[in-house]
Every structure is written in structure tokens, then in C-alpha cells.
């Protein structure tokens, strides 16, 4: 009899898995009379009389974790996915096309996390099941999305690779693999996530506060140039900056994802290091000025984007400039479940003594090796020169 724990369904081949609070016992489908069952991230119970053979992702950047289950073949089982990836990560989504080309064919659909989601699309598709972010969730109920799906025979299930990174990415990837029919491929990822994060929480875990790195977080900087400064709050990276034994300054100043500092709080701070967030924005914001982080770009580019964003008025007295403790790192980290790489990065940069053996470039590798569907090229964090 399978019985609930958090936000899965744990059935006799639950197996255990930690976070940096604690362990957790993480989630395998009710099985019975031939059905899958599962309790989504949303707290819903989700029922599948067969693994989902057709589905739509309701965000595009779902790929992200989708395609750890079946990094072969990621376009296989999808009849819909949100376009967004061709928006913000245009260079990733080209990786994907050229490695992928049965991918260009799968009809996209607007994100259903800006309500561009269409139901009357989606149904005609005829899915088995369709997938969305948590971050869409609300906005969902409120469209009326899930009870017009639910009238038409079309299951639907909540996944988070976003809001809540460290509790809900390995019951995500289980859940996907329950109505997938490819839960030994989750677990195996599981098992990998879990070894990489914990060579990091283990040892931060008793790290007294004195001893901790005050980090400003700058969220996508650069993506507007004439306006700074967006950070992280209780949310993704900023949670995974704290899960490396940063301090993240906004945390205690913005509830849920984040919000904006002014440049005088920034100076005032005088911050002891600086992280901030880059990617390719070409494509969804013409004139970002961002590091363009990705598959495509070059050390040259990033260098060149990390020096211009050090050089903005009053930036350059900063203690995190003069020292050299001024970063970057590829912003779509914070809806995905790679996540677990800039977890090791933060805890690199800002202990390079403590984690002298660890080697992030080896984990990105082993990743890209098993589990993702394009290779490694490109480049994705960096310290300013």
C-alpha cells in the first residue's frame, strides 16, 4: 500500500535520498490493476492507465530535466513543448536542433508560464499526458487550464526544476519517470545528483556563520543595460548560493524569487564577492548586455562581457572588483536540474580551500556523458580575468 511523504507517493520500492536538510524518502508509482499513480509537486494525484507515450511540455525548459530520462532519443515521446527555450536559450535549443533534427518537427506551443499557453492546441494533439512548471501552476487554475484538460481525458502533472530547487528536483525526476515508465533511469540520475550535491552540503552543513561569504547575487545581469540591479531571494540559485555556505544578501531583504537593489545599495554593500547570472538573450531581448553564457560562446566573449559590466559607474571601487571575486555563471542553471554543477562552482569560488579537490569541470562532463542529449562545447561560468 503505497502511503504519502512530502510531495510524492512512496511506495515498498521507494528508495532513500538526502538534501542538505536532512535525507528524504523520495517517490515510486502505485501501481495497481495495471495504472500508475503518483502525487505530483503540486500535491495533486496524478493516474495514468499505461506510461505516457505522448506529451507535451507545458514550459520548453522542462526539457532541461525531461531529458535526463532519455537523452537519446528526448523527442521521442513529445507531440508539444513551450517555445521558450528558443526564446531565452536560442543557443541550446540550435545544440538540440543540429544533434536532434526529428525535434524542429514537434509543434511548439507558447510557455505556459506567460499564458501563452493554448488549451484548444493541446487537445487536439491529442496528448496522454501534458506536464507544466509549478511556476505556471497558479496561473493555470486561475485559465481554467487544468479542468479543461481533466473534461477532455488529458492527465496533467506539476513538476518543479525552478521555484524550489534543493526539495523538489529529485521528486520531480521521479515523478517524470513513474508516468514515463522509466523510473531506473530516474533513480540513476538521482543517485548521481545526489552524490554531486552532497560533496558540498556534507561538508557546509556546520560551517559557522563567521566564516561564510557575504555574495551579492546579480540576477541576468546586463539583460537590461540602462538598469541594475535584479537579485536572487529565498528562490533557485539564490537557494543553491546558501546550499554552497554562501550568504546570499538578498534573501534577507526579497521574499520568493527576488527583486530589484539599487547601484547606491550595491556600493554601500561593498559586497565580498559577486555572482551574477548570463546567458544568450539575443533572440527575446535585442540589446542585452549580458555574459552570453552557453554551447555557442567563446571565452573571449565572456571575458569581454564580465569587463564591461565591471566597468559600470562606481563598480570598479568595489572590494569584488579589485580582488577579482567578480563571477558569472550561465543563468539557465536555475530551471534545471544541472543546477547541482553551479552548486560546486559557488562552493569553488568562494572556499577554493575547502574544495580544493573538488572539480565541477569533471562533474559538467560526466553530466553531458549521461544524461544529456547534446554534447559539451561552449562555456558556462567564469571568473573575471
Excluded at 508539444?80 to 536542433?97: I, N, S
Amino acid at each position: 500500500m503505497a502511503r504519502k511523504h512530502g510531495t510524492a507517493t512512496i511506495g515498498r520500492r521507494g528508495f532513500l535520498g538526502g538534501m542538505a536538510a536532512g535525507t528524504a524518502l523520495l517517490a515510486a508509482p502505485a501501481i495497481a490493476a495495471g495504472t500508475i499513480e503518483v502525487v505530483d509537486i503540486a500535491g495533486r494525484t496524478v493516474s495514468l492507465k499505461a506510461p505516457a507515450r505522448r506529451i507535451i511540455l507545458g514550459e520548453g525548459r522542462l526539457m532541461y530535466g525531461f531529458s535526463v530520462l532519455q537523452p537519446e532519443k528526448p523527442f521521442e515521446r513529445l507531440v508539444g513543448w513551450g517555445d521558450d527555450m528558443a526564446l531565452f536559450d536560442p543557443g541550446t535549443y540550435r545544440q538540440y536542433r543540429a544533434k536532434h533534427p526529428a525535434g524542429e518537427k514537434v509543434p511548439r506551443f507558447g510557455s505556459a508560464v506567460n499564458s501563452d499557453f493554448s488549451v484548444e492546441r493541446a487537445i487536439a494533439t491529442n496528448p496522454d499526458l501534458v506536464l507544466f512548471p509549478l511556476s505556471a501552476y497558479q496561473r493555470q487554475i486561475q485559465a481554467g487550464t487544468f479542468d479543461k484538460l481533466q473534461r477532455a481525458g488529458i492527465p496533467t502533472a506539476i513538476v518543479d526544476l525552478r521555484e524550489a530547487l534543493a526539495q523538489n528536483t529529485q521528486p520531480s525526476i521521479e515523478i517524470m519517470g513513474a508516468l514515463l515508465g522509466l523510473e531506473s533511469e530516474a533513480a540513476a540520475f538521482n543517485r548521481f545528483y545526489l552524490r554531486e550535491t552532497r560533496r558540498v552540503s556534507s561538508a557546509v552543513w556546520n560551517m559557522p556563520a563567521n566564516k561564510r561569504t557575504t555574495v551579492f547575487m546579480e540576477r541576468a545581469a546586463g539583460i537590461d543595460p540602462n538598469n541594475c540591479c535584479m537579485t536572487f531571494g529565498n528562490a533557485n540559485l539564490g537557494v543553491t548560493l546558501q546550499d554552497a555556505g554562501g550568504i546570499n544578501w538578498g534573501a534577507s531583504r526579497f521574499p520568493g524569487i527576488g527583486g530589484t537593489a539599487s547601484p547606491e545599495a550595491i556600493l554601500t554593500l561593498d559586497p565580498e564577492a559577486i555572482i551574477g547570472t548570463g546567458a544568450d538573450w539575443s533572440e527575446s531581448t535585442p540589446g542585452a548586455r549580458g555574459v552570453p553564457f552557453g554551447y555557442e560562446t567563446t571565452q573571449a566573449q565572456v571575458q569581454a562581457a564580465l569587463k564591461a559590466l565591471a566597468e559600470r559607474p562606481g563598480w570598479a571601487a568595489l572590494r569584488a572588483v579589485k580582488s577579482k571575486r567578480f563571477y558569472s555563471i550561465y543563468h539557465q542553471f536555475y530551471t534545471s536540474p544541472a543546477h547541482l554543477v553551479a552548486m560546486q562552482v559557488f562552493a569553488k569560488w568562494l572556499y577554493p580551500e575547502e574544495f580544493a579537490r573538488l572539480d565541477p569541470d569533471a562533474v559538467w562532463q560526466e553530466y553531458h556523458a549521461r544524461f544529456s542529449p547534446i554534447p559539451l562545447s561552449g562555456v558556462f561560468w567564469a571568473q573575471l580575468a
